[in-house]
């Protein structure tokens, strides 16, 4: 953890401008390709790894074939169900995504310097300034690239810009340290404080997770908690009760937790990544449940909470 894994070439998914919920104010978020866990229900399955990866939008293709003979590889096949990706062989070069006149092929992770990113972000300086807002790391996990995202912060901030660090919590004490030199604020998922489950659900124990939290808070940063509330995974009365005894009781520093209700759309992603979604067929939470979490949630004494999302309705 926390050396960079992509031979020194950071990789960016996107630059978003104009998010309201990744911080205070009007904010420009860069999206980092990369994470250490493996959470079931991730909506950006496309930032898992650390590596270029090609997508290809089904609803976008009109089989026009120039993508077969521009690829070097030979990694690509027109089936009766659509294009097939032979993933061992594509190494994300591109060449097909260029040549297919419809744009039915993308490849996701661009590389980046710090000076390019900060250019992209400063497009929307006058934003920033008049709303209080700034720019948030994300991603994926920023703090797999601790060395460009350190650059990337401390330029932001040389710029007058106010920076948030938007974290998983799975990093190592010092990539973390290094980073919260140059944040101004921390947004932090917690989504389970059962060690065994958080294994089962991301991948990873809970215990890094705890001490990331435990670090940002020490280091007295402003601290914003947001929990999934993932039918059957994290929405027990049991879990965000437990939360919510660790962040009141540890956490001095939050100012707001967010509880962010099951969305259920991003399947098409997964399938644009030959992969498969096990929720996929899961139905939303009723708003029902979601005001009960957040109720349990306000005994914390967290100043601010809030859920968000789809619900459906109530049976
Ligand atoms: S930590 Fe976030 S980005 Fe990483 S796998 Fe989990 S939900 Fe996805
Ligand atoms: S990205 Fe390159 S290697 Fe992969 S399928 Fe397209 S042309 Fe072939």
Same mark, same amino acid.
């Given at each position: 953890?926390g ?14 401008g104009?998010s309201?919920?990744?911080g205070?104010?009007?904010?420009s ?5 990369g994470?250490p ?6 909506h950006n399955?496309?930032g898992?790894?650390?590596?270029p990866?090609?997508? !290809?939008f089904?609803?976008?293709?009109i089989?026009?074939r120039?993508?077969l003979a ?10 009766p169900?659509?294009?097939?990706i ?5 190494d994300?070069?591109g060449a ?9 092929l ?11 990113a ?10 920033y *300034? ?5 720019v ?10 601790p060395?460009?995202?350190?650059e990337l912060l401390r330029s932001c901030?040389?710029?007058?810009l ?9 990093s190592?004490a010092?990539?973390?340290?290094r ?8 947004l932090?998922?917690?989504?389970l404080l059962d060690?065994?489950?958080h294994r089962?659900l ?9 001490e990331s ?8 940063k402003?601290l914003w ?7 059957g995974?994290t929405?027990?009365e ?9 962040i ?7 100012e707001r937790w967010?509880?962010?209700?099951f969305?259920?759309?991003?399947g098409?992603k997964?399938? *644009?990544l030959d992969?498969? !979604?096990?929720?996929e ?7 029902? *449940?979601?005001e009960?979490?957040a109720?349990?949630?306000r ?7 809030? !859920?968000?999302?789809?619900t459906r309705?109530?049976?």
């Open positions: 953890m050396a960079e894994k992509n031979a020194g070439k950071p990789l960016i998914l996107e630059i978003r104009n309201l919920d990744d205070p104010g009007i904010r978020v860069v999206f980092f390709k994470c866990l493996s959470c079931v229900w991730c399955p496309e898992f790894e650390l590596k990866q090609l997508m !290809w089904d609803v976008r293709c089989g026009a120039d993508c521009a690829c070097p590889k030979k990694a690509l096949r027109l089936t169900s659509g294009i097939t032979d993933r061992q062989a594509c994300a070069c097909c995504a260029e040549a297919c006149p419809a744009g039915a993308e490849v996701v992770g661009k590389e980046y310097t710090p000076a390019g900060l250019d992209e972000v400063m497009r929307d300086e006058a934003f *300034r008049n709303s209080g807002g700034g948030t790391v994300s991603g994926g996990e920023p703090t797999m690239q060395r460009f995202v350190e901030r040389e710029s007058g106010h920076t948030a660090l938007d974290t998983c919590g799975y190592s010092d990539a973390l340290e980073l919260l030199g140059h944040a101004d604020m921390v932090l998922d917690l989504k060690d065994e489950r089962e991301t991948g990873v124990g809970v215990g890094r997770v705890l939290a435990s670090l940002v808070t020490g280091a007295g402003p908690i947001r929990t999934p509330v993932i039918p995974c929405d027990s049991e879990n965000i009760g437990a939360l919510a005894t660790f009141g009781g540890k956490l001095r520093t939050v967010d509880l962010l209700a969305n259920n759309t991003c098409a997964y399938r *644009r992969m498969s !979604w096990r929720l067929d899961e139905p939303l939470l009723e708003k029902s *449940r979601m009960a979490l109720g349990i949630a005994e914390s004494g967290v100043k601010e909470v809030a !859920w968000s999302g789809a309705r109530e049976e």
